[in-house]
Nanobody
Framework: QVQLVESGGGLVQAGGSLRLSCAAS????????MGWFRQAPGKEREFVAA????????YYADSVKGRFTISRDNAKNAAYLQMSSLKPEDTAVYYC?????????????????WGPGTQVTVSS
């Protein structure tokens, strides 16, 4: 079992930056791939970024590539999402997820553990 808690969300103007954090507790954090997903009102949860267990492999949605950076620190049991050049369409609740199964980074159904989410609002 892994417990996840996101933090770092807030209100920011378009073009600004935010850094989201995901703190993990429970079983060995390094055993899990980590992903960030987001959900806007009336829309389905969508993939944003993911990172493999060692941190060597990263994956991004086309919509955030070049603007967002995912990272992790296994010694601190934490994952991060650095978001830059934010746009109003980035407004959503952001969730971090953890999965033990390999592959399928983009599929939220494969993530067994989720945090409660943190709101990110980008004003124009």
């Amino acid at each position: 079992q892994v417990q996840l808690v996101e933090s770092g969300g807030g209100l920011v103007q378009a073009g600004g930056s935010l850094r989201l954090s995901c703190a993990a507790s429970g079983r060995t954090f390094s055993s899990y791939d980590m992903g960030w997903f987001r959900q806007a009102p009336g829309k389905e949860r969508e993939f944003v970024a993911a990172i493999g267990r060692s941190g060597s492999n990263t994956y991004y949605a086309d919509s955030v590539k070049g603007r967002f950076t995912i990272s992790r620190d296994n010694a601190k049991n934490a994952a991060y999402l650095q978001m830059s050049s934010l746009k109003p369409e980035d407004t959503a609740v952001y969730y971090c997820g953890g999965k033990g199964r390999t592959g399928g980074y983009y599929d939220n159904r494969l993530y067994a553990y989720w945090g409660p989410g943190t709101q990110v609002t980008v004003s124009s």
